[in-house]
């Protein structure tokens, strides 16, 4: 699976753009703000139905405009297929398959899968609990549409139970008969989900650790631990003991939207315990190894998005990265980078099938280079 050929229309900072790729490894060049970033959250826009950057769909279109529109062909199982996503302002995002709408935008995710690494996977590591949950369900969500529609119910049952909680609060009342039904499908739902997540990470921590010894060349032990408050509880139980807390809070404290991922370097906190390097080295070992694991699920090799990676490693970091995802073992690769002398001679030096792009600051993109 990779795309062939991409064409966006008032998307972010671009009128109009048509480009076709190498099935191996396409650059974009370019000094910082020219919107080199932007055409990687347009191919992720294709396979996850949102921005990678900005969750709010009307500030994707260009400024003054009123529409954005991306297009793209990809060869899937020998066959070429068009990918359509349009949005108006005050409308409703439109996503079509060979001209076919879908009328649910979770029957698309999974079918062209896809990983993203990007500077703001810093927030994995610096903000809270909620960014580390996304992680999780975002590459769940790839490969198990069970798990994708679970989630969803969830947190539709999830906000009528808060909704509920602020009611009684407000009216100063309390049924427990109607709190209960709410109760008894969290629990259902919930108990799926913290299943489904503890089998996804057990899997993914040999892998990630593997992907960072490789990167890192050196015998620092990183972890992962998923910490659920379901590992020691029942949930009905839970939903039990807290509800007089749920009342005074107005919301529920206790179930799988509390789940955290713990990330450690040698058993401490990589907050903490990590430099920039290490956090870097930390972050794409981790992101490989959702390749990997989105790989082997799916049986596709997810497209590879490598938004300004490269920044703060040294010239012989950046070439093991590139030979590592240049190996079979990858797919399609896209790349963002502001240092072309750089990454033009290591290409040259592995000898691998390129398309080179440069992006001047007027959202101009010209090719540069094709071997």
């Not at 919107?35 to 396979?47: V, W």
């Not at 949102?50 to 769909?57: G, Q, V």
């Not at 990183?222 to 408050?229: M, N």
């Amino acid at each position: 699976m990779y795309l062939k050929e991409l064409s966006v229309i008032n998307f972010k900072n671009f009128a109009q753009a048509e480009l076709q790729f190498s099935n191996k490894i396409n650059c974009f060049i370019g000094q910082n703000g020219v919107g080199k970033t932007n055409l990687l959250d347009a191919i992720y826009y294709m396979s996850m139905c949102k921005s990678y950057l900005n969750p709010i769909d009307s500030q994707n279109i260009r400024y003054d405009e009123d529409f954005f529109v991306i297009q793209g062909d990809y060869l899937l199982n020998d066959t070429t297929e068009n990918i359509y996503c349009g949005l108006k302002r005050n409308k409703k995002k439109v996503f079509k398959r060979d001209k076919k709408e879908y009328q649910k935008l979770s029957d698309h995710i999974g079918l062209l899968p896809v990983v993203m690494i990007s500077p703001l996977d810093n927030n994995l590591i610096l903000e809270g609990s909620d960014e580390r949950r996304k992680f999780m369900d975002t590459v769940i969500s790839q490969y198990d549409k069970n798990y994708l529609e679970n989630l969803i119910k969830y947190n539709r049952v999830l906000a009528q139970r808060n909704k509920l909680l602020k009611d009684f609060y407000q009216n100063r009342m309390y049924d427990e008969d109607t709190i209960s039904v709410w109760d008894a499908q969290l629990v259902v739902l919930g108990q799926k989900l913290y299943e489904v997540r503890v089998k996804f990470v057990e899997e993914l921590i040999p892998i990630f650790q593997d992907y960072y010894s490789k990167i890192s060349e050196n015998n620092e032990r990183v972890e992962l631990i998923y910490d659920s408050q379901l590992h020691e509880n029942d949930f009905e139980s839970l939903l039990k003991e807290s509800i007089e807390k749920d009342r005074v809070l107005q919301y529920t404290t206790v179930g799988p939207h509390k789940d955290d991922l713990i990330l450690s370097l040698n058993k401490y906190p990589i907050k903490k315990a990590g430099s920039q390097g290490q956090q870097k080295t930390y972050l794409v070992s981790l992101k490989l190894a959702q390749f990997d694991f989105i790989k082997k699920i799916s049986g596709f090799k997810p497209i590879l998005l490598l938004d300004d990676v490269f920044d703060k490693f040294d010239r012989q970091r950046v070439r093991q990265i590139i030979e590592l995802v240049a190996e079979n073992h990858f797919g399609q690769i896209f790349i963002t980078d502001t240092n072309e002398d750089r990454l033009e001679k290591i290409l040259k030096e592995i000898n691998i099938t390129h398309h080179l792009y440069m992006i001047e600051r007027e959202g101009n993109i010209i090719l540069k280079n094709q071997e």
